[in-house]
């Protein structure tokens, strides 16, 4: 199985950059050279790992092993908020967050695609659904309930600390 060059987290699945970590998998050949959003021709080192922007070096800001981009709301959210489902695609997530409409969820989703590189490179993340931690549980029985969440959920791809 592969690793990730920076965090060392096991890389089970084809994505241009490491989900534990941000780090782009320079390997990754098929995904081209991605580059920096902010600066044209500067090879990306990372996806934020909250909006999946690509950032080189010196955009890149690094938060306890972690790559984000210069938004300091992201590492805020990063903070408070915890991923309550990966979706594979937009359409996805539009499934989840019609469903949790009438419970109000604080819920928070970034596009990759909204990045002009991701979308040029045709680069695949999975999709962080967020939630404040305080209304995870909450919410992941009700989506239990709904059948839209599987009680083996939180190991095939969550995020982060976990599966180190
Ligand atoms: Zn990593
Ligand atoms: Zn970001
Ligand atoms: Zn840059």
Redesign the pocket.
């Known amino acids: 199985m592969k690793r990730c060059y920076h965090c060392g987290a096991s890389l089970p699945l084809k994505f241009p950059a490491c989900q534990h970590c941000g780090a782009i998998q320079h390997s990754e050949q098929e995904h081209g050279r991605l580059e ?1 959003e ?2 044209n021709g ?1 090879p990306a080192k990372a996806l934020c790992l909250v909006c999946a922007r690509p ?2 070096g ?2 890149a800001v690094m938060e306890c092993g972690k790559f984000f981009c210069d938004d300091r709301e992201h590492r805020q959210l990063y903070k408070e908020m915890v991923p309550l489902m990966w979706c594979e695609s937009e359409f996805e997530v539009d499934l989840i967050l019609r469903n949790l409409h009438s419970y109000q969820f604080p819920l928070w989703w970034f596009s990759p695609s909204q990045h002009v590189e991701n979308f040029w490179h045709r680069v695949r993340m999975p999709i962080a659904v967020w939630i404040a931690k305080d209304r995870l549980k909450e919410a992941e029985h009700v989506l239990l309930d709904l059948g839209l969440l599987e009680e083996s959920n939180d190991s095939k791809y969550h995020s982060g600390d976990l599966s180190l």
């Open positions: 920096c902010l600066h500067i950032v080189c010196d955009c």
